[in-house]
């Protein structure tokens, strides 16, 4: 039996979730009493729900402001995602002689449910899909320092996006079509450096994905939310 959320994890979850969506962007002022009458709940269990987002780095207290949805810096995004294409182009090349045609299927299954979500787009769940997808193909990496380091840079990207899908949706169908280029490549033994170079090519083109849409999303009336989750 699945326990009931307590009202905090409630607020928590509703807040994140608009912040996910951009419903609430960047800059965005998080009004207590608003969101507590919006969730029919005191403020308390808002407020406890928002000290939480403010320690995951989703939120920002202000002097004489109050709560905000954190801007995020997008240089500390691009270094993320230029590290992981590294490290994680690296760690699917070594894991690739060690994937068993049991793993290789597990990720194409994966990958098909990632399409099934296409129709009706959900970035989180894509973006959830997506990680199990990579976790899957680098699973078996001899190097175990360096499957915790990209372990690692996912978690901190966790924290800086919740999902990059959420701000570029139309690089969801890219993504997949590579996904399986990927996976061919292993099934095939194509050389290590050519399954190195897919890996890490593939995480670069998201990058420059979303840099193009920030780039184009900042305009000089927009100065709140552009730097966009």
Not at 59 to 67: D, I, L, R, T
Request: glycine content about 4%; aromatic content about 6%.
């Amino acid at each position: 039996m699945t326990k009931a959320l307590s009202k905090s994890q409630q607020a928590y979850h509703w807040i994140k979730g608009r912040i996910a969506s951009q419903t609430f962007t960047p800059g965005y002022r998080l009004v207590l009493g608003s969101i507590a009458g919006e969730l029919d709940m005191s403020v308390v269990p808002v407020r406890e729900a928002i000290r939480q987002l403010e320690a995951e780095g989703l939120v920002q207290f202000e002097h004489n402001v109050g709560a905000r949805v954190a801007m995020v810096d997008d240089s500390q995004y691009r270094h993320s995602m230029e590290a992981l294409s590294i490290l994680e182009g690296s760690a699917t090349a070594l894991s690739a002689r060690h994937l068993t045609t049991d793993d290789l299927q597990h990720a194409r299954a994966i990958n098909e449910r990632m399409i099934e979500t296409l129709d009706h787009f959900n970035p989180s769940a894509f973006t959830q899909l997506n990680q199990q997808f990579h976790a899957a193909l680098i699973a078996p990496c001899p190097n175990p320092r360096l499957h915790e380091l990209v372990t690692v840079e996912m978690q901190r990207l966790n924290r800086l996006r919740d999902s990059t899908f959420s701000f570029v949706p139309g690089r969801a169908q890219e993504s997949v079509r590579e996904h399986e280029q990927i996976v061919a490549l292993i099934e095939n033994s194509a050389p290590v450096i050519e399954i190195e170079r897919a890996a890490r090519l593939h995480h670069a083109s998201t990058l420059d994905a979303y840099l193009t849409r920030a780039n184009d999303a900042e305009t000089p009336d927009a100065a709140v939310g552009t730097h966009v989750h």
